[in-house]
């Protein structure tokens, strides 16, 4: 039974971790058309948002899909890798604290 759990957290680690690097890419797929692609934020941000809590259970997720959302919303700050740092904080330093 343990071990069930445990594989199905490695399962959840990964997929988070390439779902992740996914969706960030897309987000920054908006400095591929200047000042256009701005505007492709207005629907990617609360996409990004919701995403993320679906990823991240309880306060993690809460806490980094308003981050997502207003990192995508913002103008010029797309280059944020915002769905990896909340991978680096739940699987590396929230484990260690």
Do not use: C
Not at 16 to 33: A, H, Q
Not at 50 to 71: I, P, S
Not at 83 to 92: A, K, P
């Amino acid at each position: 039974m343990n071990e069930e759990i445990q594989l199905e957290q490695i399962d959840h680690k990964n997929r988070n971790l390439f779902l992740g690097l996914l969706f960030d890419g897309i987000g920054m797929l908006s400095f591929t058309v200047p000042f256009l692609g701005e505007f492709s934020d207005v629907v990617w941000a609360p996409l990004a948002g919701f995403l993320m809590t679906w990823m991240y259970k309880g306060t993690v997720g809460k806490v980094g899909g308003t981050v997502a959302f207003l990192e995508e919303i913002f103008p010029f700050s797309d280059f944020i890798p915002t769905f990896t740092l909340t991978w680096i904080y739940n699987y590396w330093i929230k484990r260690k604290i």
